[in-house]
């Protein structure tokens, strides 16, 4: 027989466990059990002379080896341990009989005893004493028993709050599923006004989702929901921006690039199906993070949708989103047609306009004013057809115009690029306007090209500029066409300044030499070179240099 085979053992029988322990050894018959024997004998004959030195030695040795006795009975108690709990749990009214009876016995024989061989008087106290002591043993396993039943009685009745919160967390999730289905038929229907109406309840149900921290105290269970929760709101989610990004109903791209010259009746219906698309963008800014300026520091609080992906990629865009937060959008490839408006927007986290094409709307211009970026963007490939504005956007990180085409003019007056800055390989066809916009880190205009007027003038370069291969084929770029001209930093090393254009540019950029520490700065004429360290809040000015022809 294999031990997988082998018969269970059968917990032993609490008379023999109790035997087990009170039968004595050879040992405890002669060093304990004999002794206890002979003092008691000893006891009974010298009774007489019961205030004597030599009873009270009795009484002490007989007390020392009894307790001597008990020690060792104790101890092959706990020997037996594991034989006593299985015993106890198998047999539990057969051991409080057991304690009935020999509790009892004891009660009336030790005293008796004592009593005939003269270690005590009377022996009701005694008695009482051993009688008390088993009821109290009996008490105890009582209270165990009911400790027991009241215990099993909770497990029962965490185990049923367990099956009703799943059952709960079940038909919730049922009810989310068919409100998930409502909406989206309701979305994807003809009916405008039924695609507006199911926007906000896709919404809500993404926040439904999400709400689950008080459906279970298990930290397992609660990681599991949190998984689901993300996973269905994602799915939400990439629904609203699938809608976005699919072309309106019967109309073409044609269609979207002159909306005026459609008749009254088709107008209507896509200005009805601009303001649900507006809608979802609505709706995802107000579950995106939140920009809080505090004493002049500036910190983002993530919200509900912040850690959640948005793919209007090939997307087009035929309706203004001002004034709306963006988190780490992807707008790659997407088209945009009538006239845009990002102005005032935030965008946060990574934004991606790569590939962008701003179609061509004699009507029209795109707009980013006061924009603030305050993760990296890049506009990389990009494709202005018509008038960009960018005018006091806000660059806080790394921004990048590579290979950028703008058609038309390009204004960037007053922006503000906190980071490194590209516009290398860009193409400004029309005039491009940087006037008073600000520089603090690098940038780097490269085998740029620029086939119209470029004005620096009151640019603040707090930083290395790179010019090298950059192509001027209207006129020199101005850097001093207002009464200040560009400023360039004193702190950077001059050969960081690099003006040098390319070879077949029709206009070079004129500079001249301001000596600053012994050393010759290389700057376009009429710019300054200027100490950033030495602003004056209250004079709005700094100390500075102009340059002049070497």
Request: charged share 25%; hydrophobic share 40%; net charge neutral.
């Amino acid at each position: 027989m294999t031990s997988e085979e082998a018969p269970r053992k059968e917990p032993p029988d609490p008379i023999n466990v109790l035997i087990s322990i009170i039968k004595p050894g050879w040992k405890r018959i002669f060093f304990l059990i004999l002794p206890i024997i002979g003092l008691i004998a000893a006891h009974f004959i010298c009774y007489s002379d019961a205030h004597s030195i030599c009873i009270n030695i009795i009484r002490l040795l007989l007390s020392i080896f009894t307790v001597a006795y008990i020690i060792t009975s104790i101890n092959e108690a706990y020997k037996k341990k594991s034989d006593i709990v299985d015993s106890f749990h198998k047999n539990q009214p057969q051991f409080f009989t057991i304690i009935v009876v020999l509790g009892g016995t004891l009660a009336i024989l030790i005293p008796m005893i004592m009593n005939v061989t003269k270690v005590i008087g009377d022996g009701a106290p005694l008695t009482t004493a051993l009688l008390g002591i088993t009821g109290g043993i009996i008490a105890i396993f009582g209270y165990y028993k009911t400790h027991q039943k009241s215990e099993l009685e909770r497990e029962q009745l965490d185990t049923q709050k367990q099956k009703d919160a799943r059952d709960h967390i079940r038909q919730l999730h049922d009810s989310y599923n068919d409100r998930f289905d409502k909406a989206v038929a309701e979305l994807n229907s003809n009916d405008v006004k039924s695609a507006y109406a199911a926007v906000p309840k896709l919404a809500k149900l993404a926040d439904a989702w999400l709400d689950y921290k008080d459906l279970s105290n298990d930290t397992e269970e609660l990681e599991k929901l949190k998984k689901k929760a993300e996973k269905e709101a994602q799915k939400i989610i990439n629904i609203l921006c699938k809608y976005i990004r699919t072309m309106p109903g019967e109309y073409t791209e044609e269609d979207l690039k002159d909306i005026g010259a459609l008749d009254t009746t088709h107008q209507d219906k896509l200005k009805s199906e601009s303001e649900v698309r507006r809608l979802i963008f609505s709706e995802i800014s107000d579950r995106s993070s939140k920009v809080i300026i505090k004493k002049g520091k500036i910190s983002i609080k993530p919200d509900t949708w912040s850690r959640f992906y948005f793919n209007f990629s090939h997307a087009p865009i035929f309706y203004p989103l001002y004034d709306l937060t963006f988190e780490d959008p992807n707008f790659e490839f997407a088209r945009f047609y009538t006239e845009i408006d990002f102005s005032n927007s935030c965008f946060i986290g990574k934004t991606n306009f790569e590939s962008v094409h701003f179609v061509k709307n004699m009507k029209a211009h795109i707009n980013f004013r006061s924009a603030k970026f305050m993760g990296t963007v890049s506009f990389l490939n990009a494709k202005f057809d018509r008038f960009a504005d960018f005018e006091s956007s806000n660059f806080r990180q790394e921004a990048s115009f590579e290979n950028v085409t703008f058609d038309e003019s390009a204004h960037f007056e007053n922006a503000r690029f906190k980071k490194s800055t590209l516009f290398s390989r860009a193409t400004f066809t029309g005039h491009a306007d940087f006037t008073n916009a600000t520089f603090r880190r690098s940038v780097g205009f490269g085998l740029s090209t620029f086939g119209n007027s470029v004005d620096f003038s009151n640019t603040i370069f707090i930083t290395p500029v790179n010019f090298s291969a950059t192509c001027f084929n209207y006129e020199p770029p101005k850097f001093a066409k207002y009464s200040r001209g560009a400023m360039f930093s004193n702190k950077i090393p001059p050969k960081k300044y690099i003006f040098s254009v390319a070879k077949n540019s029709k206009y070079k950029i004129e500079t001249g030499q301001v000596i600053q520490d012994n050393q010759p700065f290389d700057i376009p004429l009429g710019s300054v070179l200027f100490d950033p360290d030495s602003w004056d809040k209250e004079k709005q000015e700094y100390t500075s240099v102009s340059a002049s022809a070497k």
